[in-house]
């Protein structure tokens, strides 16, 4: 069992920053794959990021891509969601994933869920 907790969600102006963690409990952290997702309102949940179990490779969807930078750190069970160039469409509640060995890009094929933390993107 992995419970993860999410933090760093904020309110910030087109153009910043923010960074987010999703800290894990447990001694499993490193043996799952973990993601990024987001949900804005009134639209369907979709993937953001991914990282495999050494967090050496990585995987972007094009909207975040050359913005956003997923990374983990297994000494500390925390992933991170570096966001740069924040634009109003990334306002959603963000939730991390845990799930399977390799990269994981569909909702289904994660286990263990944070309960989100809200980033707002004002224009």
């Known amino acids: 069992q992995v419970q993860l907790v999410e933090s760093g969600g904020g309110l910030v102006q087109t153009g910043g920053s923010l960074r987010l963690s999703c800290t894990a409990s447990?001694?499993?952290?490193?043996?799952?794959?973990m993601g990024w997702f987001r949900q804005a309102p009134g639209k369907e949940r979709e993937f953001v990021a991914a990282?495999?179990?050494?967090?050496?490779?990585?995987y972007y969807a094009d909207s975040v891509k050359g913005r956003f930078a997923i990374s983990r750190d297994n000494a500390k069970n925390t992933m991170y969601l570096q966001m740069n160039s924040l634009k109003p469409e990334d306002t959603a509640v963000y939730y991390c994933?845990?799930?399977?060995?390799?990269?994981?890009?569909?909702?289904?094929?994660?286990?263990?869920w944070g309960q989100g933390t809200q980033v707002t993107v004002s224009s």
């Open positions: 990282v495999n179990l050494s967090g050496l490779s990585t």
């Open positions: 994933a845990a799930g399977g060995r390799s990269i994981r890009l569909f909702e289904a094929e994660y286990d263990y």
């Open positions: 447990g001694r499993t952290f490193s043996s799952y794959a």
